[in-house]
């Protein structure tokens, strides 16, 4: 593969990765809190599989676009670590960081309105960060760039 000088990404397409990404964290936020907390754990359990259900499913729908592209599932498997490891890792320390720090939505259940609250401005902040992390990376070839590289006429 030649080398080609980048163009920067547009903001569009940045934000586009970011919602994707957004969308497999928040299924993997909300099913860690609501199974840790139906379990009765503490917060730090209950965090933690929150945080692997996050990358899973952020990882599972890159991983479903690209399988039904036509790669294999070692090739799709490295291409979604490719292209959501940071996206990820930015949006959940964004997220869970904000949660650590507002005490009461840390000690918040899944009945109160502080908890879907706190979750959804969580998330935004996250979206707010990570858009331009992202843009970076698409802007050099990386990140969501890798994904659309497999399936840019089967979007």
Known sequence: ???TEHAP???GMAAQAT???????????????????ALGWGNVPTTALAVVLAFFFGYALTMRGVLRAGLGFAAALRVAL???TVSIAVMELIDNGTIALWPAARDAGLPD?????????????????TTPVNRWMIGRGLGHAVVHRHHAGHH
């Open 1 to 3: 593969m030649e080398h």
């Open 9 to 11: 990404a547009s903001w």
């Open 19 to 37: 919602l994707h990404c957004l969308t497999g964290c928040a299924i993997g936020e909300v099913l860690g809190m609501v199974i840790g907390t």
């Open 82 to 84: 490719a292209a959501d």
């Open 113 to 129: 309105a502080l908890f879907w609250g706190s979750l959804a401005i969580s998330l935004v902040l996250a979206f707010l960060v």
